[in-house]
């Protein structure tokens, strides 16, 4: 079995690929996430990057690590940066012997680092596609990756928590038979092909 953080870090390329095509005249544009802009997207994935670093690398008590960083007229750079941090704090030796604290998902108990590489991986996935659905390009995740953040989504709880603002997933949304593992990653997370309708 492929190391789930091996997976993460495909993932999060993919996700960087994507950023890397995004320019500052286009922070303004929609996303599937209703609530924020590219730029409050972006400020979000980066924010949550060095947060989940500083998690790896133990930190337990400062909640501002994970606050949105605004990406201004570098939102390819700074986003860069800031899963580089990310993918350096899960490559460190014991890192998968680590519990992390994960405030924004639970104040305690901590989690087990796989866990909590697993969460990012789905976030890689779900926020990737917010990035390129709004810029209008293509975004595409190996089957394994997939295959891994299919059955990570289908462990996420769907609910009334998800109505309420800066809910990380909006409820689920139904797919049709024969969809593709994408797809259905998607609609787990609340996502919809037809999100500007």
Known sequence: MTDLRVLHRR???V??????QVSADQLGLATPCAE?????????MTGQNHGFAAAAR???SDEGVFAPRPVGADPAGLHKASADDLAAAFAEDGMLERELWLVEIRPEPLFAAPIAISFHLVD????????????GVPVGFDEEVLTAALAIARRVP????????GASFRPGV????????FDEILGLLGRSADWRQ
């Open 58 to 60: 133990g930190e337990t």
């Open 174 to 181: 139904k797919t049709d038979e024969g969809a593709s593992v």
């Open 124 to 135: 890689c996935v779900a926020h990737g596609w917010d990035v390129a659905e709004s810029i």
């Open 11 to 13: 993932a999060l390329q």
């Open 15 to 20: 996700t960087v690929d994507v950023v890397n």
């Open 158 to 165: 769907d609910g009334p928590n998800r109505e309420q603002p």
């Open 36 to 44: 924020w802009d590219l730029g409050q997207l972006l400020a979000h």
